[in-house]
């Protein structure tokens, strides 16, 4: 028998020495004997369980330990695994809020840098129309001139293209011997028609025509219709110049917005 088995013997005499009771003497049996009851049954001896047989059997053969170490040692072990591992979280956590603030002042100086670069180019194009600034100015003002002549000719009417379709349109024994010319002031416009759905107008034609037969309204006005701008016309009087043979009619023709030639049609560059 080894010593560690001596050792572990005597510590379990010592700890049955100090269970408080009653100590069997040496000698006696392990087991106490029931006596016979009043019915004359005979003596039996009580067994034991199952689980102390069975822990006894498991007992046979292992090896023996004793944790003789106190109870504040276990104590103090896991209250330092528990420093450690709460350590450990305070360095994880302290080495994310690191990580975080560098990708920040990362961040923050690559967004400084950006800036920079973007007042440096601001200053390159100040300086850029400073040196062109005479440039500018004469833009400005043709944009200005442009404008006024766009105020200036926008009741311009194309009076050649006008004219010339006028007589086209009119019937080949057809004379005009008078022509008055109504046309939009820029700045006052145009009188328009009072007459309910009239069409807006910029110009009005008065023309007398003179013709050896009598002209038909519905021909004249078809004819006229190709004429640029055409809104309206009408054939207010026709009559007979006596002995000649000549019919004598008069017709009002207006014009509508088609008709203007727009050559200063203001146009903005760019």
Do not use: C
């Amino acid at each position: 028998m080894s010593d560690l088995d001596v050792n572990v013997i005597d510590e379990r005499r010592r700890k049955r020495s100090l269970r408080p009771g009653p100590r069997r003497p040496r000698g006696m049996p392990n087991e106490p004997t029931i006596g016979a009851g009043a019915d004359g049954r005979s003596a039996r001896t009580p067994r034991r369980s199952g689980r102390g047989r069975r822990g006894l059997e498991l007992g046979i053969g292992a090896e023996p330990r004793v944790d003789l170490l106190p109870t504040e040692v276990h104590t103090e072990q896991r209250a330092r695994a528990t420093a450690r591992r709460a350590w450990l979280g305070v360095v994880v956590v302290g080495a994310v809020v690191v990580l975080a603030s560098g990708v920040a002042t990362a961040e923050g100086m690559r967004a400084q840098t950006a800036l920079a670069q973007s007042q440096s180019e601001g200053a390159s194009v100040l300086q850029e129309q400073l040196r062109f600034g005479d440039v500018r100015t004469v833009q400005r003002e043709t944009d200005l001139l442009k404008a006024a002549q766009a105020v200036g000719g926008s009741g311009q009417v194309d009076w050649d293209s006008v004219l010339g379709s006028v007589a086209r349109a009119l019937p080949t024994d057809t004379t005009i011997t008078g022509l008055t010319v109504t046309s939009m002031d820029p700045l006052k416009g145009f009188t328009q028609s009072t007459a309910p759905l009239a069409v807006s107008r910029v110009a009005s034609l008065q023309i007398t025509i003179t013709s050896a037969t009598v002209p038909s309204v519905s021909d004249l006005s078809d004819r006229l219709a190709t004429v640029p701008g055409y809104a309206d016309a009408t054939i207010t009087t026709i009559t007979s110049a006596g002995q000649t043979g000549q019919y004598t009619g008069q017709i009002a023709l207006d014009l509508g917005p088609g008709a203007f030639d727009k050559t200063y049609e203001y146009k903005k560059e760019g």
